[in-house]
């Protein structure tokens, strides 16, 4: 299995309160219900990374309309654009493992940063994520950005870098699909394992 590193300030600082039925047994390595957001998201991203498809990184950046609507959306930001992405891959017939996180320019600009198993072609799927989130009528050319490179570690923690700025504004910040969410909780249970029986006294 393809590990994954987690620099230590990160599961300080990402540590989530505990729930009263949950209780870490390292201090150091917290059980996945105690992790916050940014190392779910590198567990997640190292999910895909040992998957049978490529994982690619993405960039798609909001219209007006869309960071609007979902601004004003009931159940929240992340959730309304979950859902529109998640209503067209179901038209498209396409089970898509992907995470996001909304990112934020120095200018205020509220974006999509993520990552998908690559099981359609880039084309179809820059396509489905206009379907959802709106298509720029100046320089769409420039709205999407998929599959530059492979996908890592490093993508996750940048991507998550500015969450505490962004989460101030729309609140939660991540998102990732269900069945992902089991394989990126299953591929940190395996690390954390690992790492445990590494500590343990000969």
């Not at 084309?123 to 298509?135: P, T, V």
């Amino acid at each position: 299995m393809r590990s994954f590193r987690v620099p230590a300030h990160l599961l300080d600082e990402e540590t989530s309160v505990a729930p009263s039925s949950v209780t870490a047994s390292n201090d150091n390595i917290p059980v996945w219900a105690l992790t916050g957001d940014v190392v779910k998201a590198v567990a997640a991203t190292a999910a895909l990374q040992i998957a049978e498809k490529p994982a690619y990184p993405f960039v798609f950046n909001l219209t007006h309309e869309a960071e609007a609507k979902a601004l004003s959306h009931p159940r929240g930001f992340v959730d309304s654009l979950k859902r529109s992405f998640d209503k067209q891959l179901a038209r498209a017939g396409v089970r898509l493992p992907y995470w996001f996180a909304i990112d934020i320019t120095p200018e205020g600009r509220l974006h999509i940063q993520g990552a998908y198993s690559a099981i359609i072609e880039s084309q179809a799927l820059k396509e489905i994520m206009r379907s959802a989130w709106g298509k720029w009528k100046i320089n769409p050319q420039r709205q999407v950005k998929l599959a530059w490179r492979f996908c890592d570690d490093g993508w996750a923690t940048y991507s998550m870098r500015k969450h505490r700025r962004v989460s101030k504004i729309i609140g939660q910040t991540f998102t990732m699909t269900r069945p992902l969410q089991q394989d990126a909780q299953w591929t940190y249970e395996e690390v954390r394992r690992i790492m445990r029986w590494q500590e343990l006294p000969n």
